[in-house]
């Protein structure tokens, strides 16, 4: 190995808290847990530290960690022709039992087919036998639609990995060497919470634009079902391994609950991970004094954190302990409510904070069930100001179904109110904050009901960024910042894209990432995949997988949500 890969590697390790260390032995079970992205990404993923955990805490499992090489250790890789491998210990990933992906974006799946030819295994599952490790996938993004991933991955985990991956690890200890690939991926595909895409075809579908996934034999499942963790106290999140190197260095992450009750209808949280699980008090209490000794800072985590039932007393506990509170995200709503939470992120320090209004307009909020009125919204504002918070970062969606451009100059007007009550609350303290403003195209989800709809083409996404730009620009103390709208209609194609979008995947690693030169080198086309509107009628690629609200609810709600629209 490459002096310089080893040293970078001790570098990373020397500068961690709670590294797991386990001897390694001929009858354990060796797990390469792959994170697509860097190391500083990775290790701000809290999913990526409770499969890390939960993995070690088996016995006779040994789990280490992989990352993708920054750009200047990518390049050493590549000259030297070194095989990538483990953190911890530096093995060859050929050398692991299982190689488990923790997937939790689209934009990263160009990454998992750089680690395999980093690490000397072959892209596609066809390619791969006995000799070669298990290829696991799981995380937020697969689980929904794993479909574009289905020619590189032999096995997919929905829903909450620690219950399926428990079985999955008894099988393996019990079948893995005694038959062959196919036989023991077959008696996977048995288990819920698993799916095996070899043995499932895409079939022509009574509409013309796609097919529908069917099973090769009967012996597997014709839907898949999710696998869901029922108690967080037996199940836990937090902060395995504590380290600087990452977004969330000088904090101790908690999970406090799963899921979501809102269901905000661009989000599909809200639709796939319910119901909402609470971990308990007293567990918490326990996670909150493990931080305690390690970080002042403790960092709730939920997409629901306004709805945990104990947290005041959890907000109070902190306090008393001389910690300081940080919250992962938060309801608008909440903060008139429970006007602790204000006076706890007061007491923090917390300089800035962070709101989704998502639209400019009462009319597309509602069309996203979003309640919230601009009354609201800067009653907040002023109330979040009023407290000495200076600086507001705003996130908002652009491209959204039945968008016009005055709903786009109301994300200007609504910016520039929000300017306005910082100059009038910067009277008092001499100095005015800093309002950032995040404007991201919309990207359709499967397992929602807008997962029917079209995406702006990428010119027009264009356009309304450039007005948006060119008119906050007048504005003092405001930065735009925004995601590409090349990069969101990747995303939008992986997102909903069916098994064809795999050869996309293996052309654009190819041409370094030029998935519209891929698309142009297959004579196929993207549009079909992003600027069309789906009838409701048609075979969606996701079809086969129970991980959310049926599609029959699905579209029910779609089709009333546009009916009212069109009355509008």
């Not at 030819?117 to 929904?144: H, M, Q, Y």
């Not at 506990?317 to 008139?336: D, H, P, V, W, Y």
């Not at 309640?371 to 609201?376: A, G, P, W």
């Not at 264009?462 to 925004?482: A, F, P, S």
Request: glycine share 6%.
């Amino acid at each position: 190995m490459d002096y310089r890969i080893r040293r970078n590697a001790e570098k990373k390790l020397q500068g961690e808290i709670g590294t797991i260390y386990k001897g390694r032995s001929s009858e354990d079970i060796s797990i390469a847990l792959a994170y697509p992205n860097s190391y500083y990404v990775g290790m701000s993923n809290l999913g990526l530290h409770a499969i890390y955990g939960f993995l070690n805490d088996q016995a006779g499992v040994v789990c280490e960690r992989v990352f993708l090489p920054d750009q200047e250790l990518l390049d050493i890789y590549e000259k030297t022709g070194t095989c990538l491998c483990s953190l911890e210990s530096q093995i060859p990933l050929p050398d692991f039992d299982i190689l488990a992906f923790s997937v939790s974006f689209e934009n990263d799946y160009l990454n998992i087919l750089t680690l395999l030819k980093l690490g000397r295994i072959p892209l596609t599952a066809e390619k791969r036998d006995e000799c070669f490790p298990l290829v696991v996938a799981g995380g937020a993004a697969s689980a929904i639609n794993p479909e574009p991933l289905a020619m590189f991955v032999d096995v997919f985990v929905l829903g909450d990995g620690e219950p399926v991956l428990e079985e999955l690890l008894r099988l393996y200890r019990r079948d893995a060497e005694s038959c062959s690939r196919p036989q023991f991926l077959e008696r996977l595909a048995a288990l819920v919470g698993v799916y095996v895409p070899a043995l499932y075809e895409m079939k022509p579908c009574r509409s013309r634009q796609s097919g529908r996934m069917s099973p090769l034999s009967d012996k597997v499942p014709a839907v898949i079902a999710k696998c869901s963790v029922e108690s967080l106290e037996q199940h836990p999140a937090y902060s395995r391994i504590l380290t600087e190197q990452t977004e969330f260095g000088n904090l101790f992450l908690l999970q406090i609950n799963r899921g979501c009750s809102y269901k905000c209808r661009f989000c599909h949280t809200g639709y796939t991970q319910s119901p909402l699980r609470h971990l308990p008090l007293d567990a918490a209490l326990k996670f909150v004094r493990r931080g305690l000794r390690y970080r002042k800072r403790i960092g709730l985590v939920g997409a629901a954190i306004a709805d945990y039932p104990h947290l005041e007393e959890l907000c109070a506990a902190i306090t008393a302990q001389g910690g300081t509170l940080s919250l992962s995200s938060l309801r608008l709503s909440a903060l008139s409510q429970k006007p602790y939470l204000l006076e706890a992120l007061v007491a923090a320090g917390q300089k800035t904070l962070t709101m989704a209004p998502e639209s400019g307009t009462e009319r597309l909020r509602r069309l996203l069930r979003k309640s919230l009125s601009d009354k609201d919204f800067y009653d907040t504002v002023a109330d979040v100001l009023a407290a000495q918070i200076p600086n507001l970062k705003l996130y908002f969606l652009i491209g959204l179904p039945g968008e016009t451009l005055e709903d786009v100059d109301a994300i200007v007007a609504m910016c520039t109110r929000c300017h306005e009550l910082m100059v009038q609350a910067a009277r008092a303290r001499g100095t005015i904050g800093k309002l950032i403003v995040s404007v991201n195209p919309f990207v359709p989800k499967p397992f929602t009901p807008l997962q029917w709809c079209a995406m702006d083409a990428e010119a027009v996404l264009k356009r309304k960024l450039q007005l948006l730009k060119r008119k906050l620009k007048r504005t003092g103390n405001v930065e735009l910042i925004h995601e590409a709208p090349r990069w969101a209609l990747w995303q939008g194609i992986l997102a909903r894209g069916d098994r064809r979008i795999g050869g996309v995947l293996l052309k654009a690693s190819e041409f370094q990432g030029n998935w519209k030169k891929a698309f142009r080198a297959l004579e196929m086309s993207p549009d079909f995949y992003v600027h069309r509107t789906r009838p409701l009628d048609e075979c969606l690629p996701w079809e086969h997988l129970q991980v959310g609200r049926s599609q029959q609810r699905l579209a029910n709600e779609y089709h009333a949500l546009f009916s009212v629209e069109a009355d509008l």
